[in-house]
């Protein structure tokens, strides 16, 4: 078993598969250099990032993946979660050494473990599409921040742009300390030197709020009592849609 | 100020409230003209009640003025509650607000009836007008259609609308006279039928010029109230059944009573809405639509109600035994949908997977079929060797005591509140 290091970007992941061809490795062990412990009797393999080793990669899986398993692949990549790399890894090889339509043998380990991972990031994009709530500041900027269980901003982009195309927002994670900044052109990442924390209100400072911004924080509370049935109530299914770690994020629970 | 606004909001959300529909998906209406909302593809619930269902859209009723007098509904003209009205300009202001705050994914609005069908109608219409028009807003729009209002309104409101809906209320025309002397099956059909003629001749027309507006993209849809008049089961999705099938309805609610009158025809205040039936009732309708189930395998003559403590397609299977077992790796793909405790999504990663090798039960298992349940009622390559047959019997008693049913614990009309 070979160990092979590489630097956790996408990138140097796609890399890794190209060198483990060009060195005709066999069975090849990958980590991320984040979660990598030093080992004085197997330094292991350095992988270099590489751009166009990457990209010949990533066209040749392209041409055996149809679009929704690029993007399974890409959604799997941005959770975090350090067995990831491996079963990319391992896929990108199962899917190049095989014919077209390998991916869909769900009985291969690597297979079903990507389409598993992809959609509880999936679950958790979609979750972020819902349990956003901007606050409209004094100059006019909706903003929100969040803390998600994967990195899902690269996600969120096209449905928030598409959605609001008339409005200024920023969506901001504090937990990797970037955003996404919609100037009604066009949206990008930036940094914020002061973020505001999450607090347990989670309302931004009342001085930099819009005036009404108060008014529709408390409709909005007020409607979710009203549209609730006090005959129906069922806590377990409740907590089942809206997990305790989301409460945060959300005004109607805080009222 | 805030407080008059405050105040209709809550007996105007809270009257509307019994309608459960709160559906936003299936229409196709991008963001085109650089404006606010974008109402395609699928539905997001923004929040959850505490009785858990979704919140997708801003369901609010115009007015709880009435003039109709239904027994079961919480607006009839002579109940004593605190009435209300909206104006044109707060209903916009507030789709507005809520939406730009990603609160909601866009507006149901409904009304009670007040001067007559067409002034009622006529007004809903100018909101969602004045919200396509003025506001450019591509969220969105449940519209309620009010029975009785004329053909060019209904025509005018589908121009707006993402879905119209219009509720059948009791499940049978009897049950209907009983509660509603005032109303007919009749008066639902009519425009039911004349929205979907539209909507099959606006699709017929965007098949040959492109440039056809939307009508009503995301179809529409009905509630019937079960547990209010004694009907069975099998009447039930017999209607909704006949109404999926003649109007091409996209959904059909059922909505289980919520006592709210002392009327001597009704379920007496305070007592427990039928929530395991209604559960019930949808299952079996998900069986219809997307499990090529017939309503006749599900409900006849001789086995007119669902069970409560099986579920519709479970209850199926021990009444069909001869059926089973299905071979996962060799069956029809439609068999292996009607296995009880495999959905859609597991039998196609099965039918997919198997193509490339024998599937065993550490496969199935990991693939997230229900396999305590489904085990009963498939083979697979490492099954063991079955030296008898089970009966019915047998094998519900065996899937009821492994399995840890949120039913079971309670009485059977009560779900479990913690």
Redesign the interface.
Known sequence: MELYIFDGSLEGMLTAVFECYRRKSQAVKLVSEVFHVPDVFDPGYRVISDREKGKRVWKGLCKKLGKEWQFRFYKAFLSEQPEVYQHLFNFARYVIDQPAGACENFAHPDVLAISQIAQKVHREKHRMEAFVRFQKTGDGIYYAHIEPDFDVLPLLTEHFQNRYADQRWIIYDLKRKYGLYYDLEKTEEIELDAAPQMSVTNALPSGLLDAKEQLYTLLWQDYFKSTNIQARKNTRLHVRHVPRRYWKYLSEKQG | M?ER??EK??IL??A???DVSCSSSGSNR??EN?????A?GTG????????????SL??ILLTNHCIYDCAFCVSRRSNDIKRAAFTVEEVVE?TM??Y????IEGLFLSSGIFKDADYTMERLVRIVKKLRQEE?FNGYIHLKTIPGASDELLREAGMYADRMSINLEMPTESGLKLLAPEKSHAEVKKPLKYIQNNITQFESEKALIKSVPKFVPAGQSTQIVVGATPESDKEILYTANAFYQNFSLKRVYYS?Y??ISYDARLPVIGS??P?IRENRLYQADWLMRFYGFKVQEILSDIHPNLEADVDPKLSWALRNLDQFPVDINTADYFMILRVPGIGVSSAL??V??????R?YES?LR??GIAFRKAGHFIRYADSPVQLKEYEAGHIKGLILSESKS?YQKNPLNQ????
Do not use: W
């Open positions: 805030y606004i405050r909001l809550g959300a809270d509307a409230k019994y991008k963001n650089k404006g606010i909302g974008d395609e997001i619930c923004h929040t959850y009640t505490e009785d858990g269902r979704c919140v801003l369901k507030l607000n809520f730009r705050r990603n609160y450019r289980g919520i006592p427990q809405p929530l990663k099965i997919q997977a198997r193509k490339f090798n599937l496969h990991k693939l949120k779900l479990s509140l913690f």
